[in-house]
């Protein structure tokens, strides 16, 4: 039995019906190059059963603490069944992409059963008219609890289910199962009035670790200055209002040699730069079609791991949060990237400033039964929606395998992140990475946003936008490299004295005869 972090339980606490708080991925298999070209649903019930000891998420359930006067708890779950977290449906025809989006958004929509363990699978058949996908291929679409696991644990607990080939080797992992009979909940409440005491001396030993802080944000602020268009309060667009139940999803797809390329043209450049750079179109675009474009620049959140490398087969939560200025009230694709790097500049910075890793665990030093308390009245009530957004939206980064992945014998041809939305957050993106491509994904609530093709088409223009920016700016940088090569003086030619001459004449004849 261990009990869940405070930022863990956070995520128990604020799920509702219409904010469950899972994350996942939508997978997309080719079963051709199964044993016998073919991948059948018990087959894959075998293949998950057997891979089940490489992460105990997958039999852990929550335990809640009466009245929740205290974190929850994992527990072994002793009536564990399989075929409850593995479900199947098919496509109608034809089985194209616009159709699976529409079916992943409404399963992902529904929240989990919080009395079992917190993960679901759902084999999704029938792609038989996805470009880019072999006909016959299927999807599973993953949902795991946000309190489980954030993106670093997941991709281990996906990792654990997938192979680099097709052979479906039978492997060995270090945990193994031992189911738990329930806690008493006389047992947990006195464990909570002990915890709810000693919570508030752990914080206050972790603030000693904060007192430097104050000289380093002077040491950074003085280095990174941000710029004026980018301070003030943030916002508020569409995407911050009041959520429904209801979802839409869709993504694209790109070459991560293009995402070079544009990286060339804008040296120092990162990847997550080029990718918050895509967001920051695509948003911009959407909202002006909408003519509801904020005068100021948009600001997202993006995800910042602190696993170490002692704790990287942990489950549960280890992030904190940057706030970069995405540059949404600059009209040139190429301005906005420059805008985004020093931006992610100075808020790497910051956070590293702030010690990310301490302001983490001294979340926990409240005591649980007020943070359990204040987040629930926060959601229920509605307050989250009055306060000024904190982001615009989230860009949350987690780099998949670049090599060929198997599942139960079919390789993995594609692979789409889903995010999570919360009061206030109606937009989430994810960008993973799979076999030499980046993916950018997002979620949304339906009624914010009633059109993601046109959002999905938004983006694949911003990447473009940004591919001819990059190209400009290098032919830019090629013609700057000429006209200044141009300008520099000719060396004159060495003069030859006339005796020099005759004498090197002469040289030549000898060596002829």
């Known amino acids: 039995m261990k009990q869940l972090s405070a930022l863990d339980a956070m995520f128990a606490y604020t799920e509702t019906a219409n904010t469950p708080m899972h994350i996942g991925q939508l997978l997309i298999y080719d079963p051709s190059t199964a044993p016998d070209g073919k991948v059948g649903f018990k087959d894959i019930l075998r293949y998950i059963e057997g891979r089940l000891d490489g992460a105990r998420i997958f039999r852990q359930k929550l335990v809640r603490v009466p009245l929740d006067l205290d974190h929850p708890y994992w527990v072994d779950d002793a009536n564990f069944d399989l075929e409850f977290h593995v479900r199947h449906i098919a496509l109608p025809k034809p089985g194209d992409w616009r159709q699976l989006c529409i079916q992943a958004a409404r399963i992902y929509a529904r929240p989990m059963d919080m009395n079992k363990p917190l993960w679901e699978y759902t084999v999704i058949e029938g792609l038989d008219n996805v470009e880019g996908v072999p006909k016959g291929s299927f999807a599973v679409l993953h949902k795991m609890h946000h309190a489980a696991i954030d993106g670093q644990s997941g991709l281990q607990m ?76 943030i916002p508020k667009t569409r995407f911050n209002k ?54 100021k620049t948009m600001k997202i959140g993006a995800p910042v791991s602190v696993r170490s490398d002692d704790d990287k087969d942990s489950a549960g939560n280890q992030v904190t949060m940057m706030q970069v200025g995405v540059g949404t009230h600059l009209a040139d694709a190429g301005e906005r990237l420059q805008f985004i790097m020093a931006e992610t500049q100075r808020s790497k910075a910051m956070t590293q400033a702030l010690g990310a890793k301490t302001l983490m665990e001294l979340s926990g030093a409240m005591p649980a039964g007020l943070t359990a308390a204040g987040t629930k009245m926060m959601v229920r ?65 339906r009624n914010i946003m009633p059109d993601p093709e046109f959002y999905a088409d938004c983006i694949a223009q911003s990447f473009d936008d940004l591919m001819k920016a990059a190209d400009e700016r290098k032919a830019a940088a090629a013609k700057a490299a000429r006209v200044k090569k141009a300008k520099q003086p000719k060396k004159p030619k060495k003069r030859v004295s006339a005796s020099a001459a005759t004498a090197g004449r002469s040289k030549v004849k000898t060596a002829a005869k």
């Open 381 to 445: 009530a509605g307050l989250v929606e009055r306060l000024n957004p904190a982001v615009n939206t989230v860009v949350t980064n987690v780099p998949g395998p670049m090599v060929e992945m198997y599942f139960a014998g079919a390789k993995l041809v594609k692979s789409f992140g889903m995010g999570i939305l919360a009061e206030g957050q109606g937009l989430f993106h994810v960008v993973t990475s799979y076999n030499g491509n980046v993916i950018l994904t997002f979620l949304a609530d």
């Open 242 to 295: 009041k959520l429904s139940p209801h979802r839409v999803f869709d993504g694209r797809e790109f070459a991560l040699t293009d995402i070079k390329k544009i990286r060339e043209g804008f040296p120092g450049a990162t990847v997550n730069d080029v990718m918050i750079a895509v967001v920051s179109g695509s948003m911009r675009a959407y909202l002006k079609a909408k003519d509801d474009l904020p005068e």
């Open 158 to 233: 996906t990792l654990a289910l997938h192979d680099l080939d097709a052979d479906m080797k039978p492997r060995k992992f270090d945990t193994q199962f031992e189911p738990e009979a329930d806690p008493n909940p006389l047992g947990l409440l006195a464990r909570a009035q002990f915890n709810n005491i000693a919570n508030p001396m752990r914080g206050l030993q972790n603030l000693q670790k904060l007192l430097p802080m104050p000289k380093r944000l002077f040491d950074v602020q003085r280095e990174f200055r941000q710029r004026d268009d980018a301070k003030g309060a």
